[in-house]
C-alpha cells in the first residue's frame, strides 16, 4: 500500500505565493516520476507540472516561469512552489507518484487534493 499525503494549500491573492507538498510512504522501493495536477470547476484534471527521476521536469505553459516542482528523493516527497499566483490557477492540485513497491510491481498513487484559491 502507497499513501500521499499533500498539503499547503490555500487561499491567497493574485501575486502571492504558495507551496504545496506531497509526502509519499507505504511499501515504496523506488520511485520514478512525480508530479503535479489540477482541476478546476467543470474542466478536465490537467497536469501542472511533472519530475523524471529528478532528472528532468516539464511544466504546462500556462504556469512556466511562476511555477517550480522540485522533489527530495531522500524523503519521497515533492513541492510545487507557485509565485505570482493567477485566479485562473484556482482549482482543487493533486500529487501523483509513480514506482515500483517492494513486492516488484508498479504503482501509480494519488493524493487527496488540496484547494487553492487565488482571489482577485
Known amino acids: 500500500q502507497v499513501q500521499l499525503v499533500e498539503s499547503g494549500g490555500g487561499l491567497v491573492q493574485a501575486g502571492g505565493s504558495l507551496t504545496l507538498s506531497c509526502a509519499a510512504s507505504?511499501?515504496?522501493?523506488?520511485?520514478?516520476?512525480m508530479g503535479w495536477y489540477r482541476q478546476a470547476p467543470g474542466k478536465q484534471r490537467e497536469l501542472v507540472a511533472v519530475s523524471t527521476n529528478g532528472a528532468s521536469t516539464n511544466y504546462a505553459e500556462s504556469v512556466k516561469g511562476r511555477f517550480t516542482i522540485a522533489r527530495d528523493n531522500a524523503k519521497n516527497t515533492v513541492y510545487l512552489q507557485m509565485n505570482s499566483l493567477k485566479p485562473e490557477d484556482t482549482a482543487v492540485y493533486f500529487c501523483?507518484?509513480?514506482?515500483?513497491?517492494?513486492?516488484?510491481?508498479?504503482?501509480?498513487?494519488w493524493g487527496q487534493g488540496t484547494q487553492v484559491t487565488v482571489s482577485s
Open positions: 507505504g511499501s515504496i522501493y523506488s520511485i520514478g516520476v
Open positions: 501523483n507518484v509513480v514506482g515500483i513497491r517492494y513486492s516488484g510491481t508498479p504503482f501509480s498513487a
